[in-house]
Structure formats: structure tokens, C-alpha cells
């Protein structure tokens, strides 16, 4: 809808169609606040939804929610709708098209997946069918997974007064952090009151009269009233693989900087595409919402008839559980070994305000580091006291290719309710210049 509205933006009713095909119940709503609507943070559905269908509408453009687009027929220039309210098929014609299908919830092929009571949160329908289906006779969640949304409905699921366990196979959650950090986050959560698998697998979900009751694994039986997948998304591009349109090793569509498929007028954006990871130089799948707005106004503006183009990412992202917040940017030590990269780390504690300020707490920050270079590649943090924004002037340090001892200098905010004389940011980019410095 940000590619539409973008285009409707530059170009009249007169002078360009819009037509719009949308499978479930609403549209230009924030899938980010799903976990915050389970828990009760968010008052209702409605508070997630940006635009209304009605309101699309009234800016000329044809919206068409519970239609399905079933086919794409690049050779007549055609999509293959149906409408699931009744079922009636139809085709609309496209001079520009706009693929933006996102992402679906991975769900293994695993015994008793698709029963009643197992849950992917992927869209606002799925979040109404999952508060639809909470009762409070229920009293166990298992949450499959310790990702973002793993962590994330963990939490909402304790906070609607569920006992919640979560299985990961991984040897700590957060896998998007390196070990040693998602390892401060294992403790928050179980100190949350959350139980924590690691390193263990899902074999099945056992089904009794027709619904979930617990989650098997290798190392044991799970009860559960409610199971939730937090395994992540892949992209959804089975419609664009169909009509032949090339695929990443993602699975996602591959674009150009434009965010073209094809130089025909083919165009895909959000969780369905592959970006550049500006710090690797490698494409990758990466699915938030910001990317996707960006995408979306990339692809408005140059349906338009103006100019725009959508250069990459460096990977940042932010969570928390409970008051523990959590930021990452750029590549873990994996990533870098696997790019190529010879790599320094250094890990501090600082605290978030100055240590004699009230309501001073601690936070821990890791830097990872080019060792010939000095190149930053990435940053890790997990703490309180806004731990988690601090991670935005690493995602800016790296998208400008600075070095740890360039950040050194930063002139970054200063007074005691807000940081230390030196931020944690700058502590932490000391120390590894440091190390660079010195060879290790």
C-alpha cells in the first residue's frame, strides 16, 4: 500500500490505474505490533491499522480485500484473482506490476503442525484467530523458537498469565546475537519466569481430540494448551517462482536498485525480496517493516514517473523481553568469518546514565571489528535504560564505512540522565581500536 499510495501520490486518477489485491481482512496495518495486541499493551485490532481499506479507496485507488491472487501471466500481461467470499474468478490486466506477497511463518513438516491451537503470527488475521482461540482455561504456552517473535510472544503469552516454555534448537535464544550475548538474554527471560529448551529438537506436536496438547522433542514432553512458531519467515514467492521470475538463494525475488524484477515493469518489495547486506556485500533475506515501507515508496516513486532507489541494509534491529532491551547491526562473528573477514572483537559493560545518576543500570556492549582496517562490522547490545537505540549510531557508522577509531570521536549527546561522559558506544569502539592497534 506504500506503492500505491506513493504512485497515486505523483500520478491522478486519470493518469494511472491502481489496482490493489489483498487475501485477508485488512490492510496498512502494523504486523510489528502483533505480539503487543496479544499481550494487551495495544487496546483492539484497530489500534494496528495505519489506513483503512475505505480510506485507500477515497484516494482513487481499487482495493479489493478477501481477493486472492492465484497466477501471474507475464506473456498477456494478467493477474488470476478469486474472490473467497464467493469464489468467483477473474483476471485483471497490468501495464506496471507490484509484488509485494511477503513473508510466510516456516512450519516444519512436522506431525500434528497444522492442528488446531498451533500458531504462526505472521498477519493481524492471524493474531484475531490466536486471541479467538486463548480461553482462560488454558494455562501453558510453548512457544517453538527464540527469535524476535519468539521472544516477543513469550512474553505476551506470560503476560496474559500463561506458563510458557520455549524450545529453541540453537544453543541460546536470539540467534541473531553471537552466543556469549543471547546468553544474557536466556537469563532475562527465565527470569521472566519463562522456561527455556535450548539445544534441543522438535519431533511433533501431539494431538488430542482434535487439538494441540503438548510439544515432543528429543529431550522430552511439553504440555501445552497453545503452541506458538517463533522458527522465522521465509519469503512468499510461490506465485512469482510459478511465472518464472528470478530467485535468490532465499528464496526471495531478486531486484535491482530501483526494486525491479524486470525491466519491463515488474516491480517487488517488503518481505518477499532479497536486499544488500551493505557490510558483506552479500544478498540476503531480511524481513521488517521499515525495509518494506522504504521499498514501497522506492517502488511509488518510480511508477510516478520520478526517481528512487533503495541502496541496502546493514542489519539492524531491536527487541526486548520485559525491561531487557536487545540491538544488533551489521554481522555477527559468523557472518564476518563466513564474508571473509579477519576480525577483532571487544566486549564492555558501561551503564546508560552517568553511574552516580539515580536509576543507573548496566548494559553490555560488543564490537566487532576489521583487524587490518579497523572497519567497524558490527555491534551487539543488551540492557536497560535504553540499551536498545543506542544501536543506531552503530547502523550509521557502519552504512558510512567508519572505523572503530573514527567512532571514537563522535560527538554523541552528553548529560547524566541520558550517558556517562564516555557513551558505552564510545567505550566499546575504544577498546577495540585498541585491539586493532595492537595487533590482535
Known amino acids: 500500500m506504500s506503492a500505491a499510495s506513493q504512485a497515486r501520490r505523483r500520478r491522478g486518477e486519470d493518469d494511472l490505474e491502481i489496482v490493489v489485491v489483498e487475501r485477508g481482512r485488512y490492510s496498512s496495518y502494523s504486523a510489528c505490533g502483533i505480539p503487543y495486541l496479544v499481550s494487551g499493551d495495544v487496546d483492539g485490532p484497530d489500534a494496528l491499522i495505519a489506513r483503512s481499506p475505505e480510506e485507500h479507496r477515497k484516494r482513487g485507488i481499487d482495493l479489493r480485500m478477501g481477493t486472492e491472487a492465484e497466477g501471474i501471466d507475464l506473456d498477456r500481461r494478467e493477474i488470476a484473482i478469486r474472490d473467497l467470499a464467493t469464489g468467483r474468478a477473474d483476471r485483471v490486466g497490468f501495464d506496471q506490476l507490484v509484488i509485494a506477497t511477503g513473508a510466510v511463518p516456516i512450519r516444519p513438516p512436522l506431525p500434528g503442525i497444522d492442528a488446531p491451537g498451533v500458531y504462526g503470527v505472521q498477519t493481524l488475521d492471524d493474531a484475531r484467530e490466536l486471541l479467538d482461540w486463548l480461553a482462560p482455561r488454558h494455562r501453558k504456552a510453548v512457544v517453538i523458537g527464540g527469535g524476535y517473535i519468539g521472544i516477543e510472544m513469550a512474553e505476551a503469552m506470560v503476560r496474559k498469565g500463561l506458563e510458557v516454555t520455549v524450545v529453541d534448537r540453537s544453543a541460546q535464544p536470539m540467534s541473531t546475537l553471537d552466543p556469549d550475548m543471547g546468553a544474557l538474554v536466556h537469563e532475562a527471560m527465565e527470569g521472566l519466569g519463562i522456561d527455556v529448551v535450548t539445544e534441543t529438537e522438535v519431533v511433533a506436536i501431539e494431538v488430542v481430540d482434535g487439538r494441540a496438547s503438548a510439544v515432543l522433542t528429543a529431550d522430552g514432553r511439553f504440555p501445552a494448551d497453545i503452541v506458538v512458531l517463533g522458527l522465522g519467515v521465509r519469503p512468499n514467492t510461490a506465485l512469482a517462482r510459478a511465472a518464472g521470475l528470478p530467485l535468490g538463494d532465499s528464496g526471495g525475488l531478486v531486484t535491482d536498485l530501483r526494486m525491479r524484477v524486470t525491466p519491463d515493469g515488474v516491480w517487488a518489495g517488503g518481505d518477499c525480496v532479497e536486499v544488500l ?99 567497524l562490522l558490527g555491534v551487539q547490545i543488551v540492557g536497560r535504560d535504553g540499551a536498545a537505540k543506542r544501536i543506531d549510531t552503530a547502523a550509521v557508522a557502519l552504512t558510512h564505512r567508519m572505523t572503530v577509531e573514527e567512532m571514537t570521536a563522535l560527538d554523541l549527546g552528553y548529560a547524566p540522565p541520558f550517558s556517562p561522559v564516555w557513551d558505552p558506544i564510545l567505550v566499546a569502539a575504544r577498546k577495540a581500536a585498541q585491539k586493532v592497534a595492537e595487533g590482535h
Open 277 to 375: 547486506d551493505l557490510v558483506s556485500g552479500r544478498r540476503r533475506h531480511v524481513a521488517l517493516g521499515t525495509h518494506a515501507n522504504k521499498h514501497g515508496r522506492v517502488i511509488g516513486t518510480n511508477i510516478g514517473g520520478d526517481y528512487a532507489t533503495f541502496p541496502g541494509v546493514v542489519g539492524t534491529a531491536v527487541s526486548k523481553v520485559c525491561d531487557l532491551e536487545i540491538g544488533r547491526t551489521g554481522l555477527r562473528e559468523k557472518d564476518a568469518a563466513a564474508a571473509g573477514y579477519e576480525f577483532t572483537t571487544a566486549t564492555i559493560e558501561s551503564t546508560g546514565r552517568a553511574g552516580y545518576y539515580p536509576g543507573a543500570r548496566s548494559m553490555k556492549v560488543k564490537m566487532i571489528a576489521e583487524r587490518s582496517t579497523g572497519r
